[in-house]
């Protein structure tokens, strides 16, 4: 199976705020994927580098309601892994403070700083293709 990892922002983000997202969203997605980092790779000089991820990761922005809308869409569509950064993440402190607001707060609620979707390249593509490449 062909696969395809798409990166969605919110639109508004500050670039801090964006690069941190990013960083989050790899890392949980990451830590779900068997073989998400290739071999490590030597340079001309012999200098081994850490492996990367293989895959490609386009960067999208979408609004708030887009976010919402795409969360939706993906956690119900067959084969595809999403992974949420939302707003209650982004403020909290500690995970236990987080666990803790998350569990206050209803899902239709959640507003996205960002989503990280993996799945069928067919699959990823029609969530994602009226989202245009962030700037």
């Not at 790779?41 to 990761?57: E, F, I, R, W, Y």
């Not at 992974?83 to 959640?110: M, W």
Request: hydrophobic share 45%; net charge negative.
């Amino acid at each position: 199976m062909v696969v395809k990892i798409v990166l969605v922002l919110r639109a508004d983000l500050p670039p801090a705020l964006a690069a941190n997202a990013a960083a989050v969203l790899g890392l949980a997605l990451g830590g779900r994927l068997e073989r998400s980092v290739a071999a490590d790779s030597p340079d001309a000089s012999g200098t081994l580098h850490a492996g990367l991820n293989p895959v490609p990761v386009p960067t999208l922005v979408a609004s708030a309601e887009e976010l919402r809308a795409l969360h939706d869409q993906a956690t119900s569509a067959a084969d595809v892994t999403v992974v949420g950064f939302n707003e209650v993440a982004r403020r909290s402190r500690t995970y236990s403070e987080y666990e803790q607001a998350l569990a206050a707060t209803p899902s239709h609620t959640l507003d996205y700083v960002g989503l990280i979707v993996h799945g069928p390249h067919n699959g990823v593509t029609k969530l994602t293709k009226r989202l245009e490449l962030m700037a």
